[in-house]
T-cell receptor, first 118, second 114 residues
């Protein structure tokens, strides 16, 4: 199946600093990627939809100035957590769906990034 | 986003037994129903998926049953093994393009005991 690679797999940062997470589709082009956040023992919460060459679409309650998304190419989307605070500590996961005409296709997920803000 | 309701929240099954996880949805525009398996510290991995034009799909020990009129679908894991212990998420997607995010259920933590 298609591969989505996410980096880093874990990161520890000091409060107030920024952290960038990369999501790459390795063997297909993704005009759209999705960013999720997952708290322990909970489901995936969609944060935003990343659109290549245009602004991301954020879900209600997600601060766009805090979670900066850039989708500069058809294979790379980045999520930057700015001025991170301990409450931003979470598991962040990206996803992409290969485009195959009008059919919905399976969504592939990255390995996830465990962010710990100290 | 329309909700996908998943049950049970947790499940303990004896090795060799059948694990059954159920999901229900409300949005009749949903036309793609995947199940994902997630191990701790990993991203979800696609297990099996179904579209509403069939009532059942089987892949190895995993079977999806789909009831369009009831707007319900379920995952059956036959001959459950300790290695199946993970969190399982059902999901659904509306009948738009591939640029549509999945709507996830809240997950079921499965423990298969020997």
């Amino acid at each position: 199946g298609a591969v989505v690679s996410q980096h880093p797999s874990w990161v520890i940062c000091k409060s107030g600093t920024s952290v960038k997470i990369e999501c790459r589709s390795l063997d297909f082009q993704a005009t759209t990627m999705f960013w999720y956040r997952q708290f322990p023992k909970q489901s995936l919460m969609l944060m935003a939809t990343s659109n290549e060459g245009s602004k991301a679409t954020y879900e209600q309650g997600v601060e766009k100035d805090k979670f900066l998304i850039n989708h500069a190419s058809l294979t790379l989307s980045t999520l930057t957590v700015t001025s991170a605070h301990p409450e931003d500590s979470s598991f962040y996961i990206c996803s992409a769906r290969p485009w195959r005409g009008a059919m919905n296709t399976e969504a592939f997920f990255g390995q996830g990034t465990r962010l710990t803000v100290v | 986003q329309q909700q996908v309701k998943q049950s049970p929240q947790s499940l303990i099954v004896q090795k060799g037994g059948i694990s059954i996880i159920n999901c229900a949805y409300e949005n009749t525009a949903f036309d793609y129903f995947p199940w994902y398996q997630q191990f701790p510290g990993k991203g979800p991995a696609l297990l099996i998926a179904i579209r509403p034009d069939v009532s059942e799909k089987k892949e190895g020990r995993f079977t999806i049953s789909f009831n369009k009129s009831a707007k319900q679908f379920s995952l059956h894991i036959m001959d459950s093994q300790p290695g199946d212990s993970a969190t399982y998420f059902c999901a659904a997607s509306p009948n738009h393009s591939g640029n549509t995010p999945l709507v996830f259920g809240k997950g079921t933590r499965l423990s298969v005991i020997a």
